[in-house]
């Protein structure tokens, strides 16, 4: 339901004879077919939106994959996926020579509720401004620092979740997808 395609390649040519003219290893008397099992093409790009609230609270969303199955939409509610955020501090590097991104926290989207089935599925979570200082202060970093956000998708495990997926359970999951990076534009900064 990801995308996930067999594919057999031939080889032929277009220069048979003219009540026959295209001509491959279909054909052929001997060898077998080769298979190519579990192509998965690209998913679509994950765009996560980060918003800031008047209050210095964090918003943050982002749309969950849709599976298509025979040219039908077949997206489950809630989905199967998981999209987790992680919230980035720009800063700048020991040497001055550019800006790196320190992570200060890391969430699990919940599914956004509508009532519209047919609008896709979205994720959101949020940061109060309270949190958004602490993580900062926990890191040094002030509270002016530029934010941005990094959303990724993540395949469900056939034997359940694991707690930390983008931390050290990293390598044990199937990453679907990930957005690019995602800054946050404020206009001032939380009192």
Sequence with gaps: MFSFYTYEIRVGHDRGPVDDPLWSTAQGRYGEPLLLEGVQHP???????????PDGAIRIRAPYALPYLHLRRVQPRPPNTEIWVVLYARV????????????????????????????????????????????LARAGLPVEAGLSALAVELLPEPNGGFLGPLGGDLGQVRILRTSPLAALERSCCPS
């Excluded at 998913?43 to 609230?53: D, G, K, N």
């Excluded at 320190?102 to 956004?112: M, S, T």
């Design 43 to 53: 998913a679509p790009e994950l765009v996560c939106s980060v918003i800031a609230e």
């Design 92 to 135: 700048v590097q020991a040497d001055a020579v550019t800006k790196r991104n320190a992570q200060i926290d890391l969430r699990r989207l919940r599914v956004r509720r509508t009532t519209d089935v047919s609008l896709p599925v979205e994720g959101e979570g949020w940061w109060p401004g309270a949190e958004v200082t602490a993580a």
